[in-house]
């Protein structure tokens, strides 16, 4: 029972951008605006984050947690809760390793799909494999 209560943190990012972004129109995936020819270049203006802040992904048993927090006060503004890497909670976009779109959960059972990317590949990175070995430990 103590294992249920304990949280871990698994990676902390200084800076994470976070974006609006449309519907998925395809199960193709998620892609981000990089070539501005691509259909819904303009939707996810990337040089206007819609919210900036620091990125912790932290653990409970067998679930991770990313939350988006402020960098100054560690007030949470979002958090997304995985219970499976990769799966629906999280998804790499297409044609970038920067990007991804995670599913928010509001706790009250209400939940969005948001964008999130990282200024540095190597933070990318970090996250992609912070919550790959999270869940080939707890598998």
Not at 42 to 48: G, N
Not at 63 to 68: E, P, R, S, W
Request: charged letters at 25%; glycine letters at 8%.
């Amino acid at each position: 029972m103590a294992d249920d209560t304990y949280e871990s943190v698994l990676c902390v990012k200084p800076e994470v951008h976070v974006y609006r972004i449309p519907p998925r129109a395809t199960n193709r995936g998620y892609r981000t605006p990089m070539d501005a020819h691509r259909a819904g270049a303009s939707e996810w203006k990337l040089d206007e984050p819609a919210w900036s802040g620091r990125m912790k992904i932290t653990a409970k048993a067998k679930i991770a947690y990313i939350k988006l927090e402020d960098k100054n006060t560690g007030e949470l503004f979002a958090q997304a809760p995985v219970e499976q890497y990769p799966g629906s909670a999280v998804e790499a976009v297409t044609d970038s390793s920067r990007y991804f779109v995670i599913r928010i959960d509001d706790g009250n059972g209400r939940h969005a799909f948001i964008g999130i990317g990282f200024a540095d590949r190597g933070d990318s990175f970090d996250f992609n494999v912070a919550l790959q070995d999270h869940f080939k430990w707890v598998a």
